[in-house]
């Protein structure tokens, strides 16, 4: 899996790492500026709180004339009202906002990363755990949401109070201030060393909870096998471990994040209460008046608020930040096979098309000492039928995969209507091709749009004659709702043959002039076989088809066989010439017949 990455980098877990959502926030520049906007007016109006205080104390109760302090109280008032007001205001504007942004931006952020997943070769997810995958599309963008919605704005917000009330603090008690400045700073310092274990115990918290989500997605996806040598419990036993060790890292997390809350609020807290009290002892010398203590307690506590605030939110931050560390991984793989910067347009022969490979060569990446194919040359011509035979890890599914470019070979060229694959863009050459797998796979969703899956702008009427063709009308027409009947997650409420003309039906309404059938009778029964054989027949006509196959009582009537052993073409003719030459073919015919 190659990854791209920069110098500038940021380190693992440090939350400038967040500056890879700059991309996803930028279409919406508007809307955070407006956020910003009720955010600050917030803090603002916070910060005019206080003072707001302080005149009432000093101007409202201080009047010698009762008449004149009942107005003035009445005044007053209203001012904190009109404050109070405009906080409230603002700050659902600023909720709103930014609550809007925080689901937009993962939204964006998980079509992003899961449109990029869809369109990795599969060398990617030879080293990649769909369950890893799962959990990064989830968990890890979840916890972007909390940010970005949350606790970023409750951040800023905070930052930006407690630097007003900081600053009007200094303002009116220059010489404290600066007493309780270099104790902050003091404060500070550890703090930031001490956030570095955070970070890490962060990033490992969330590899963790992947690690659960990749065992719990391979087992659920092997559900009968797993019952069918009663493992259940094993399993269930390898799942608690990985569950523990998730929690036990997550405790540790939340243990050292806890430490660090702790010193944080009583550290600063302690330095602001000695700021209070030599405020005190100002009021009782007279150096400043009630009001004037009254707006510096409420200051403090702003501060002090906004300071234990910060240190939830950078704790967010941390976690954000190795979950958006996890989301740009993804982000960044590049795959091995991409449609070229200038592609040919070739036109669709429904003739049949014309398949050429020329000295291929190639080895799967995670067996680079095992050739998969050696010098394998063929040609197929339009409208013929090629079989492909041979033993097991002949190469038989790798010339199929190099055909879809699933992966590129080595060396060597593989053309499709005498132009290059590597020429086409990846839609373009996959959409001239049909296939039907050996492990049909049905989606979870009604059996017409299954079929419809091979042709998504067809008709209910084209849909369905698909079906008839591949002998599945019958058997779909006897399900609980028909055609509009759910099938179930990989089909389960389906037999394998079922599944398997589902498969067909699809591949024949796509109408592609190159169709590839990977043992596609393998999970009939006998009188299913005869069924589909005959549907498939059909279906070849006219178009250029490979089959492979293991069962070589299907293919006898094909154009060519070629036989693979070990990677190489070494035989290849009709049935008849294979059985008189007395090669591999007669002797892999010689064991089928005689069973």
Request: proline share 4%.
């Amino acid at each position: 899996m190659a990854t791209s990455s920069s110098p500038a980098q940021a380190p693992k877990g440090q939350p400038r790492s967040l500056s890879g959502l700059l991309p996803f926030l930028r279409p919406y520049r508007g809307r955070i500026l407006l956020a910003m906007f009720f955010l600050v007016m917030a803090a603002v109006a916070t910060l005019v709180f206080p003072l707001a205080l302080r005149s009432l104390i000093d101007g409202g109760l201080s009047a010698a004339d009762k008449g004149q302090q009942l107005m003035a109280l009445r005044t007053h008032f209203f001012e904190l009202f009109g404050v109070a007001a405009a906080l409230g205001l603002f700050s659902a504007g600023r909720f709103y906002m930014v609550s809007w942004l925080g689901e937009r931006v993962t939204a964006d952020l998980r079509n992003a990363v899961y449109r990029h997943v869809l369109r990795q070769s599969p060398e990617f997810f030879e080293t990649t755990q769909t369950g890893e995958v799962l959990s990064r599309l989830t968990g890890d963008t979840t916890l972007v949401q909390t940010v970005v919605g949350s606790s970023l704005s409750m951040g800023l917000r905070n930052a930006v109070m407690g630097v007003g009330a900081l600053g009007m603090l200094v303002y009116t008690n220059p010489y404290l201030m600066v007493q309780v400045l270099v104790i902050l700073v003091l404060i500070v310092l550890p703090s930031v060393w001490f956030g570095r274990r955070v970070r890490k115990l962060s990033r490992a918290s969330q590899d963790r909870v992947a690690d659960s989500s990749a065992i719990a997605a391979e087992v659920l996806n092997a559900i009968p096998v797993v019952q069918s040598y009663a493992a259940e419990a094993r399993e269930s036993a390898r799942f608690d471990v990985s569950t523990q060790d998730a929690f036990d890292t997550a405790v540790r997390r939340t243990r050292a994040r806890s430490v660090l809350i702790a010193f944080i609020i009583i550290a600063t807290s302690g330095a602001l209460l000695w700021g209070l009290y030599q405020g005190t002892q100002a009021v009782m010398r007279g150096d400043i008046t009630a009001g004037h203590l009254g707006q510096t307690v409420v200051y403090v506590i702003i501060l002090a608020g906004a300071t234990a605030v910060l240190g939830e939110v950078y704790g967010d931050l941390l976690r954000a930040a190795g979950a958006t560390e996890r989301l740009m991984e993804l982000l960044e793989t590049r795959s091995s096979v991409t449609s070229p910067s200038n592609p040919v347009v070739a036109p669709v022969l429904r003739s049949g098309s014309a398949i050429k490979f020329d000295a291929v060569n190639f080895h799967y990446p995670s067996r680079p000492l095992q050739a998969a194919l050696t010098d394998f040359s063929l040609d197929v011509a339009p409208g013929e039928t090629v079989a492909i035979v041979g033993p097991s890890g002949a190469g038989k599914s790798t010339v199929f995969q190099l055909l879809l470019r699933f992966y590129d070979p080595a060396s060597g060229r593989i053309d499709i209507d005498g132009v290059a694959t590597r020429a086409l863009t990846l839609e373009d050459l996959r959409g001239r091709i049909g296939i039907v797998p050996q492990d049909a796979v049905i989606f979870s969703t009604s059996a017409l749009e299954n079929i419809r899956y091979g042709k998504p702008g067809a008709s209910d009427e084209e849909t369905k004659a698909a079906a008839q063709a591949a002998f599945a009308h019958d058997f779909i027409m006897t399900l609980p709702e028909g055609y509009d009947t759910f099938l179930g997650e990989r089909g389960v409420r389906l037999s394998g043959g079922q599944r398997q003309r589902i498969a067909i039906a699809r591949a024949m309404l796509k109408n592609s002039p190159l169709l590839l059938l990977d043992e596609a009778t393998s999970a009939l029964d006998a009188e299913s076989e005869r069924m589909v054989q005959a549907a498939l027949e059909s279906a070849m006509k006219g178009r250029t088809t490979l089959v492979i196959a293991h069962r070589l009582a299907t293919v006898q009537q094909a154009d060519r066989i070629i036989v693979l052993d070990h990677g190489k073409l070494v035989e290849q003719g009709t049935h008849d010439q294979l059985v008189a030459a007395n090669g591999v073919y007669a002797r892999l015919a010689a064991l089928q017949f005689m069973d």
